[in-house]
């Protein structure tokens, strides 16, 4: 099989997966239609990204890694928002994680008009699907099921064990994606979107010049490494080459494989019916 067929096989297998995304559990699209007193929840989400959009475009990259961070480490439960001292918030992977106070917003103004009916779980979700369609174009509207309850548990050691290192190996985050019940497709593709902006140096540094302790670069990238760490790792490895060839050919699928897989992460480990609270504030467990 040649790497272009290769290449084509695996696209075709990732639309194939993307038309048969599963309902999750007792997520729905439109969830709260008709249950807000009249307010259209995505909507009233919505005008507040698209406010802060106007005034700062960084506002994408940040809402992209707030629900990775938030569904990676005990579903996406927006256990991740919660304050405290030794809470997920304070975990190293976490402390450059930003875009809180527009949560809150989105919550205040909800809680406004419908008291403890909106989680503040599927505002995290709608309000990233928001950025990026703002950040992206139209072309990247998704579908997004909402449903979901707020946790009641935020740790630190959760968040420093659960989400992939900066030192992780291609095989060491797809196995680590795979645990959340993710392909490695799909690694690719959230990866491709964390990218979105600029990373922090102190997340690379050790691939740069200490790879593994040895005092040198990774000798997996050489000096690309410098501009491109993880997308030179995921280019390299045999289970996702392909799918990077695919999409760095310029494929227009991004967009609609992009979407899946948000679809996808936004699953993770859900909260739904009585499970959890609905939480009065986003910053502290309802008593």
């Known amino acids: 099989m040649t790497a272009a067929l290769g290449a084509a096989t695996v696209l075709a297998l990732a639309l194939l997966c993307l038309t048969v995304v599963p309902s999750h559990a007792a997520l729905q699209v439109g969830f709260y239609r008709g249950k807000c007193n009249g307010t259209d929840v995505e909507a009233t989400i919505k005008s507040i990204v698209a406010a802060r959009f106007g005034r700062d475009r960084s506002i994408v990259p940040a809402l992209l890694r ?19 001292s030794g809470t997920e918030k304070t975990a190293r992977p976490n402390l450059s994680v930003r875009g809180y ?5 989105a919550k205040a103004a909800l809680e406004s008009k419908c008291p403890g009916v909106v989680s503040c779980a599927d505002i995290i979700v709608v309000a990233t699907r928001d950025a990026v369609v703002l950040g992206g174009g139209t072309q990247y509207t998704y579908a997004v099921q909402t449903g979901r309850r707020d946790g009641n548990i935020s740790v630190a050691s959760d968040a420093t064990r659960n989400l992939p290192g900066d030192s992780f190996s291609a095989s060491q985050a797809i196995a680590a994606f795979r645990a959340k019940g993710l392909s490695a ?8 979107g964390h990218t ?3 990373t922090h140096c102190s997340f690379i540094l050790n691939r740069l010049y200490n790879y593994n302790g040895s005092g040198k670069p990774d000798p997996g990238h050489g000096s690309r490494v410098r501009g491109h760490a993880e997308v030179e790792n995921i280019a390299s490895d045999s289970a996702t ?3 990077v060839r695919a999409l760095a050919g310029g494929s227009s699928s991004f967009p609609a494989l992009f979407g899946g897989a948000m679809v996808r992460m936004g699953g993770i480990q859900v909260l739904t019916g009585t499970q959890g609270q609905i939480r009065k504030s986003c910053r502290v467990v309802k008593k």
Request: glycine content about 10%.
């Open 241 to 243: 080459n392909a799918t």
């Open 66 to 84: 707030l629900q990775f961070h938030d569904c990676f480490v005990r579903g996406c439960d927006a256990s991740i928002l919660l304050d405290g």
């Open 196 to 198: 979105v902006g600029l």
């Open 101 to 105: 106070d527009l949560i809150d917003q």
């Open 185 to 192: 497709s799909d690694m690719v593709l959230l990866l491709g």
